[in-house]
Each structure stands twice: as structure tokens, then as C-alpha cells.
Nanobody, 121 residues
Framework: QVQLQESGPGLVKPSQTLSLICTVS??????????WSWIRQPKGKGLEWIGR???????AYSPSPKSRTSISMDTSKNRFTLHLSSVTPKDTAVYYC?????????????WGQGTQVTVSL
């Protein structure tokens, strides 16, 4: 059974860096063709794709937060990490990690439960 679990701080101060870890069990992040994404959803708004990584380490990011976004893989621990720098209150959202299996853009096989992140003083 595949499970994804987000972990990290629930509260981050403006200008700081948000770091979230997605730990994967029951599957390998090194699996070919699988994608590992971060998606967020501000309250009252739709889902926003942040970026993704592949087993090869190749990454892709949403244009808007790209300059502030970094996603890395730690295959030894079967997890991948989101770093979002210079956060503002606009970054407040529920953050999800998700696994895709090449079924199409925006189609994910598994999701984490999501974790609320609030950017505030």
C-alpha cells in the first residue's frame, strides 16, 4: 500500500524559508516514469501545482514561484523535499505531495493528507 506523508512546520514567518518533506512508503521514488509533485490550495481557492521531480532528479516548477522554489530527492530515505524561500502571507495554504504515474498532466495516483502552512508573524 502506497502512502505519502507531509511533514514540516505549520507556521512560518514572512521572509523565511518553508521546508516540507514528503515521505513515501510502499513505493520507490526512484521508479521510472513516476512523478513526485507538490501542490497547494489556499483557503477558498483552487489547487495550485508548485512543481515536481523525477527519479532522475529532473525538476520542473510553476513559473510564478519558480525563483523561490526548490524540490530535491533523497532516495536513501525515499522522500522528497520542498523548499520555498522568502515566503509571504500569500503562501498560506494547505500543501500536498502527490505521486503521478504517467496517466496525464494533473492526474495523481496518490496524495498525502495535506498539511496546513500559515505564513504570519
Amino acid at each position: 500500500q502506497v502512502q505519502l506523508q507531509e511533514s514540516g512546520p505549520g507556521l512560518v514567518k514572512p521572509s523565511q524559508t518553508l521546508s516540507l518533506i514528503c515521505t513515501v512508503s510502499g513505493d520507490s521514488i526512484s521508479t521510472a516514469y513516476y512523478t513526485w509533485s507538490w501542490i497547494r490550495q489556499p483557503k477558498g481557492k483552487g489547487l495550485e501545482w508548485i512543481g515536481r521531480t523525477l527519479y532522475s532528479g529532473i525538476t520542473a516548477y510553476s513559473p510564478s514561484p519558480k525563483s523561490r522554489t526548490s524540490i530535491s530527492m533523497d532516495t536513501s530515505k525515499n522522500r522528497f523535499t520542498l523548499h520555498l524561500s522568502s515566503v509571504t502571507p500569500k503562501d498560506t495554504a494547505v500543501y500536498y505531495c502527490a505521486e503521478g504515474r504517467g496517466k496525464g498532466s494533473g492526474i495523481y495516483e496518490y496524495w498525502g493528507q495535506g498539511t496546513q502552512v500559515t505564513v504570519s508573524l
